[in-house]
């Protein structure tokens, strides 16, 4: 059996951050992009969101709102990457 020692992205912070059960689920999901080692882009959210754009792109606005989040936008896509807790808002 494999175990891995890798640390999880995911601060239980999050939990206690007033959020609504959209938004921990939408920085859920960015954590475990991030963790597999990819990078965190709205395409591949929306791939695995099970909510509706507009719900998915309400809650990424308020994770960045709290400075959860970063977003980074080109032609083509927005990419985001998992700010450290000690920068959040909340």
């Not at 239980?12 to 859920?28: D, K, Q």
């Not at 882009?41 to 509706?52: H, P, Q, R, Y």
Request: proline content about 2%; some cysteine.
């Amino acid at each position: 059996m494999n175990h891995s020692n890798h640390a999880t992205t995911m601060d239980r912070a999050i939990f206690n951050a007033g959020l609504s059960v959209e938004t921990v689920s939408a920085y859920l999901l960015c954590c475990s992009l991030a963790d597999l080692g990819n990078t965190i882009t709205f395409a591949d959210l929306a791939e695995i969101w099970t909510g509706d754009t507009p719900s998915l792109e309400k809650s990424l606005a308020e994770l960045e709102n709290k400075q959860i989040i970063e977003s980074r936008k080109t032609d083509l896509n927005v990419s985001y990457s998992l700010k450290d807790p000690k920068q959040w808002r909340i």
